[in-house]
């Protein structure tokens, strides 16, 4: 069993990467399970998204992720990475984007953001990954493909050939878009930790 929990704000794509990510689980005929939840979403809210896939031949029987177990976590956002950050197993992987987003409480002055977010992360888990996804989104067309950068960093630690992300990713976004989104997975894919 494979537990991916995506984490970033409204507006990042989150739900696009579990659908990429679903679409691969089916692909290599795996069960899989998703699950979003949003907070104010709409607003810059919290949003996280639950991705479950068996192994060969293994049932999954429900999205949902408890503390402590999650396998992988993607972080569109350094705030969100440090909040979610009690869900991965010891072990666990960490990616997380170097792109700080403001929630409403840090924007009205009522919280201040929290300071050296990465060594907070890096205290726990040592071989976590940073990656300015932001600017490689920039560099391949569109500041909105910071989840396929994302997707495409955490594709080169597994098994999956990449052409089968690229096939997954041209089948799920809008064909306008493939060429922005699989130059954005390349990039993410041949970066290293910052």
């Not at 976590?128 to 996804?133: G, K, M, P, Q």
């Not at 992300?165 to 930790?193: C, H, Q, S």
């Amino acid at each position: 069993m494979k537990s991916i929990l995506i984490a970033g704000v409204g507006g990042q794509g989150t739900l696009l990467a579990s659908m990429v990510l679903g679409n691969i689980a089916i692909k290599l005929g795996y069960d899989v399970k998703l699950s979003e939840v949003h907070g104010m979403a709409q607003r810059g809210g919290s949003v996280v998204t639950y991705v479950r896939m068996g192994d060969a031949g293994e049932r999954v029987y429900s999205p949902m992720i408890d503390e402590g177990g999650a396998d992988t976590l993607l972080a569109f956002e350094q705030l969100e990475a440090l909040r979610w950050l009690p869900y991965v197993k010891p072990g666990g992987k960490v990616y997380v984007n170097t792109q700080k987003t403001l929630p409403m409480p840090v924007i009205t002055g009522a919280m201040e953001y929290p300071a050296d977010i990465p060594e907070k992360i890096a205290k726990d888990h040592a071989d976590a990954v940073f990656i300015d996804a932001l600017a490689l989104a920039k560099e391949a067309g569109s500041v909105k493909a910071v989840n396929t950068v994302l997707l495409g960093r955490m594709a080169r630690d597994m098994d999956i050939e990449t052409r089968v992300w690229l096939d997954v990713i041209a089948g799920v976004v809008k064909p306008r878009f493939v060429e922005i989104n699989n130059k954005a997975f390349m990039l993410g894919y041949g970066e290293g930790n910052e």
